[in-house]
Each structure stands twice: as C-alpha cells, then as structure tokens.
C-alpha cells in the first residue's frame, strides 16, 4: 500500500513563534483518503521538531507522497524548506502543497520546482483524485482546485465548486495522532486556549462568509457562500468527542458561526437538550448578529467567552472602508449586556485601513478603552486578492518592502497614507495596547482574568510589544538602551 505522510511545518523554523495548530484539517484529509492509503501524520509544530530532525524522521519512512499543510502565507518559507529538503533525500517521493498560502497565491508557490503539485481551496473534493491522476502517470487536466506543471509550464486551476453538502465529510481521523496532546494543550495568551475545562476539541461547523470586510480572504479560501452542517451533523459529532475523548471544552473556529441566526439558535438548544454539560466558545462572534435573546439562549447553552470582532469605532470606517454591516452603538449595547450576563469578553480592532483619519484611529483606541475589557489591536495588514490590497496597490501605498510572507503578524504597517506612516502605526499599536490592558493593576487583574494567567505572566506579556518595537527601530540595543 502507498504511504502518504501529511507535514505540518513548524512554525518557529524562521524566527516566527509558537503557533498553536489543531490537526482538524489534516485529520479530516486522512480520513478521506481512508483505507486506500496507509496515511500518517508528522505535526513539527505542536512537537517543536526541528528542521533537520523532520527530515530525518521523513526519510525513515520513505513515504511516496509527502502532504505539506501551511496555513498562513506568513510561515511559507518553512513549508518551501521542507519541501526542499524531502527532493533532495528522497527525490521520488511526490510533494504536495495545501492550505491558505497556495490558495492565495499558487503562482508564487510553484515558482518552486520542489513543489509538485499544490491543492487549492477545499482539499477534500481535489486530493484523491489528483493522487489517482498522479499514480496513473496522468496530468490532472480535469481537476480544478489544482496546480501542476506541464512540461515547463505552470498550470493553475483554481477551485470553481465548493462543497455543497458539508454532511457527506467523514469525522477526523483523531487516531492518526496523539489526541490528548492536542486536547490537554495550554497555549498562554490565546483567545481560544483560555481553558474553561478539560479537555478541549475544536470544531469547524460551517464554512464561507458571504459579509466580505476588506481585509479578510475568506472568500477566495472557504467561497463567498455560507455554508453549513446540519446541526444533528454537528451535535453527533459532538457526541463521539464527549463519548470518546471525554471533551469538556468546543472551541468553534468558524468564519462567522453566528450568520445563519436561527441555525445557530437550533445548534445551541440542541446542546441544552442532549445535556452535554459542556462549556464552549467562537474564536470571534459578529456582534451584528448577536441579541439579548441570542447572548441569554449561548450563556444557558454554555458559552463562556466571547471575543467580539469589532474593528472601528467609527460608523464612516465600518461602512465606507471596511464594509461591514455594524454600527458603533450597536456595538456598545451589546457588550454591555454581555458583560451583565457574566461573559467574558474581549474586541478585536484594525487601525491603519487607507482612507482612515488620525483623529478616527485615536477615536477607536478611546472607544476600545471605554468598553472595560481586554482589546487587541492589529494593524490593517493588505493579504491576498482582498479589497484592501487591491486598493492600496493600486494607489502606490505600500512601502517598498512589504512583503506577503514577511511573518510579521498584524504587529507591522505596510500603508503608508497622507494621514500616516508605518512607524506611526506600530508604535501608537504597541503602546496603547499597553496601557488599555495593563497600565494599572486592576487592568493587568482583568487581562490575567481573561486569559487564565499569572499576573507576573501579564507583566511579561506586557513587555512583549516594547521588545518587537525595540528590536525593530533601535540599531544597537545593547548600548542605547542598557
């Protein structure tokens, strides 16, 4: 039987940090590609396996097609060096890409001639049939949702047809790796790894948002088109995760779980009525969908954490620039009752967007300030084929050395505008998020609280975005700063 080996490259191979990966989307691959394949699943980032000991470990197994997972074009620079390093030990073995980054960009992934073939969009529909067309010796001409090479030529067929009926995918091979690593992990300072119980699964229950904000890519990646499971779908697979791994914690990492309204009402009742007893949270919420009845209906159903997305403070930058559907006052009615109702809660910002004043940036840093509660702040940050980088590329705003994969996060500005400069941005970021979330002791109280810490990890926490800054913009730190 053929081996086919899935790779999950370790973040922190290029100076990036520790990335929190769960292995829902490979494990869901395996268990497509079932028993016709003896399939095995090495993740580098959750073990912190170097470089070289990935490629030894690879070797060993002699597999005949390699799966490459990245998931951010940030950290693409890991995926090419694994891939580089499997063609010249084992130069028959077959190596396919997948995940966001060639997604987004497959033309610049297959500049790469270690890379053979790259999956675009929803690995599920294309992979098993490339692999066929692959072991028949046969181009892939038929498929969509691939890249491939034609004698010298780059082929790039982008996905046309998504999945319509997302109840037909089987349940992730969990066997394939060690789940309770996963399940027990304790990830400091992540909004979906402040642990409520243990121990914990995630669940995608949907795909696509059809709001299309200027800065997210989520409709070149999961389609436009909101897509959903069945909520008997999602409640059973609920049940095998409570009845085989004792889960006691769902964190849902959908695009926008919340759109579908009365879907979302069904799933939460249905928590109640099968009485799972289990705590959840979205890795962020759409505060456009949430009401009084929703919040009460989520906290009876278990919810504990809500990380509201909430982006400006200003209606003119929701509406105009950023597109989407949510107004200020909204926003402020919202979180207040949520707090009442004894959520934990946090917002989420983007400042630096082309077309925003100085005066509106300092207005949603004052706003986010005034909601009492943990804010992070990020950077607008132009990824590919969004609206945001199709504007500002267009009206020459990008700085001379932005990069896609630069794996600088949401900490670096690369617009510059009339109203202002990257440097403006990253320090006015980094030192506002300071003092909203730890300038005095009840603030770092309230941010230990959120993320279940220490409040001496807060301090170092803190401290974090002074050091980037610092590395950053001080030539010699050593003698300037000591």
Not at 42 to 64: F, H, K, M, Q, Y
Not at 285 to 293: G, M, S, T
Not at 382 to 403: A, C, G, H, I, W
């Amino acid at each position: 039987m053929r081996k086919f080996l899935f790779v999950l490259p370790n973040s922190r191979w290029f100076e990036g940090g520790a990335w929190e990966l769960y292995p829902y989307n490979v494990c869901l691959l395996a268990a497509v590609l079932g028993d016709d394949y003896d399939v095995s699943i090495l993740d580098c980032n959750a073990d912190n396996v170097s470089l070289d000991n990935a490629l030894e470990r690879i070797v060993s197994g002699d597999p005949d097609f390699i799966g490459i997972s990245c998931l951010a074009v940030d950290y693409a620079k890991g995926a090419h060096a694994l891939a580089c390093g499997v063609k010249e030990r084992l130069p028959e073995t077959v190596t396919i890409l997948g995940g966001v980054y060639c997604t987004l960009m497959p033309e610049i992934a297959m500049e790469d001639r270690h890379i053979d073939y790259c999956v675009l969009g929803e690995g599920e529909l294309v992979l098993k049939p490339l692999l066929e067309c692959v072991e028949k010796m046969k181009l892939p001409e038929q498929l969509d949702g691939v890249a491939y090479r034609d004698q010298d030529e780059v082929v790039i067929k982008p996905q046309r047809e998504f999945i319509t009926d997302l109840d037909v995918l089987p349940l992730p091979a969990y066997d394939k790796v060690d789940f309770r690593k996963y399940s027990h992990a304790n990830v400091k300072f992540s909004f979906a790894d402040s642990r409520d119980a243990v121990p914990v699964a995630k669940m995608y229950t949907s795909r696509g948002c059809p709001v299309g904000c200027n800065f997210c890519a989520v409709e070149h990646i999961a389609s436009k088109k909101f897509r959903a499971r069945s909520v008997e779908n999602v409640l059973n697979e609920m049940q095998f995760l409570v009845d085989t791994y004792g889960i006691r914690e769902i964190v849902f990492y959908d695009d926008n779980l919340l759109f579908d309204r009365k879907r979302a009402e069904r799933l939460f009742r249905g928590m109640i009525d099968r009485k799972f007893d289990l705590k959840f949270k979205p890795v962020n919420v759409a505060v456009y969908r949430l009401d009084e009845k929703m919040l009460e209906l989520m906290r009876e159903a278990g919810c504990t954490t809500l990380v509201f997305a909430i982006e400006s403070a200003n209606d003119r930058v929701l509406k105009d620039i950023m597109g989407k559907p949510l107004s200020v006052s909204r926003v402020r009615e919202v979180v207040g009752y949520a707090k009442s109702l004894g959520f934990r809660c946090a917002g989420l910002y983007v400042i630096g967007n082309p077309g925003e004043t100085w005066d509106e940036i300092r207005n949603t840093i004052q706003f986010a300030e005034s909601l009492d509660m943990y804010c992070h702040l990020s950077i607008a940050t132009p990824l590919p084929k969004t609206r945001l980088y199709r504007q500002v590329k267009e009206m020459n705003m990008l700085t001379s050395d932005f990069s896609f994969t630069a794996n600088a996060g949401c900490s670096c500005g690369w617009i510059i505008t009339n109203e202002f400069a990257p440097f403006d941005l990253e320090v006015l970021r980094t030192y506002e998020w300071e003092r909203i979330n730890f300038s005095t002791p009840d603030r770092r109280s309230r941010t230990a609280s959120f993320f279940k810490v220490s409040e001496e990890d807060v301090s170092d926490f803190a401290r974090g975005g002074r050091i980037e800054i610092q590395k950053r913009y001080v030539t010699d730190a050593g003698k300037r700063l000591s």
